[in-house]
């Protein structure tokens, strides 16, 4: 009988029996477990044990998820840079206008002025907010 196999049977009993046993106390629940052929501190061990291994794939899937998300928003980000980085300023303010404009939700810049700051740094600004759309519009198409 394979493992699983038996691990189910096994939380079919347990579940079966702890169904019936409203009025049991926990030690007449154990025997009655101990006589369908249970071995009790076994089985939670075994089941303690998978939820440990389930618990780390989990945790390992969730890593290696954001590790995805954080290498792609770099490429990202890199490809931004280089697009960005010999654009004229007034083609940079104008694309971080379009852009604000687009996106009402976004950090508001308007305390900044943005005429004094250099190519750099606009060109750095747009990176983020080039970002921050696209990311918005990746949520949006998730939530649909």
Avoid: W
């Avoid at 508001?108 to 700051?117: H, I």
Wanted: proline share 1%; aromatic share 2%.
């Amino acid at each position: 009988m394979s493992e699983e196999k038996r691990y189910l049977e096994m939380l079919d009993a347990l579940t079966e029996s702890l169904g019936s046993s409203e009025d049991q106390s926990l030690e007449e629940v154990t025997e009655e477990l101990i006589a369908e052929g249970i071995d009790v501190d076994a089985s939670i061990s075994r089941l303690m044990q998978t939820v440990g291994k389930c618990t780390k794939a989990a945790r390992r899937q969730a890593l290696d998820r954001a590790r995805e998300e954080r290498l792609r928003t770099e490429q990202r980000s890199s490809a931004l840079a280089i697009e960005f980085a010999n654009l004229s300023k007034a083609r940079l303010l104008k694309m971080i206008r379009e852009i604000m404009s687009a996106m009402p939700d976004a950090l508001s810049l308007s305390f900044r002025d943005l005429e004094s700051k250099s190519d750099e740094d606009l060109a750095s600004i747009l990176e983020d907010l080039e970002l921050a759309k696209q990311l918005a519009v990746e949520e949006q198409s998730h939530d649909e």
